[in-house]
């Protein structure tokens, strides 16, 4: 069950013609439910520690993909691997994407002017 709650905060009047579209929501387990983080094994405590070091998770939570420390791009894809059983093949679009090529980190595609 998820349950999604919108709040005003600081609003002195109710604004009866309101409101918010929602485009999407993105789900994310909690590090310790990932494959090769869960556990108190060495290199399990050691992939948690890199995360936060090097503040991983917040960089992969990011709309756009930055530029990541080696160890985070490492990581993630690490992580991508093992959830998706191997690479996905990547489904850049012609008609919207400037290429065909999948951005190697996170398999994003280099959209034309005006597309998201």
């Known amino acids: ?17 309101a409101f918010i579209l ?9 590090v310790t439910e990932l494959p090769g983080f869960h556990g108190d094994d060495p ?13 991983c998770l917040e960089l992969f939570r990011m709309a756009t993909m930055p ?7 490492h990581l993630l894809c690490s992580i991508s691997a ?12 012609l008609q919207g994407s400037t290429s065909s090529v999948c ?4 398999g994003q595609c280099q959209c034309k002017p005006n597309v998201m």
């Open 22 to 30: 929602v485009d999407s929501l993105v789900l994310l387990p909690h």
């Open 103 to 106: 951005h190697k980190l996170g």
């Open 67 to 73: 530029d990541l420390p080696e160890t985070c791009a």
């Open 43 to 55: 290199a399990s405590v050691e992939r948690r520690e890199a995360l936060k070091h090097y503040t």
């Open 1 to 17: 069950k998820i349950i999604v709650r919108f709040q005003r905060a600081g609003v002195a009047q109710r604004h009866p013609a």
């Open 82 to 93: 093992l959830i998706h059983d191997g690479a996905l093949p990547c489904q850049c679009d």
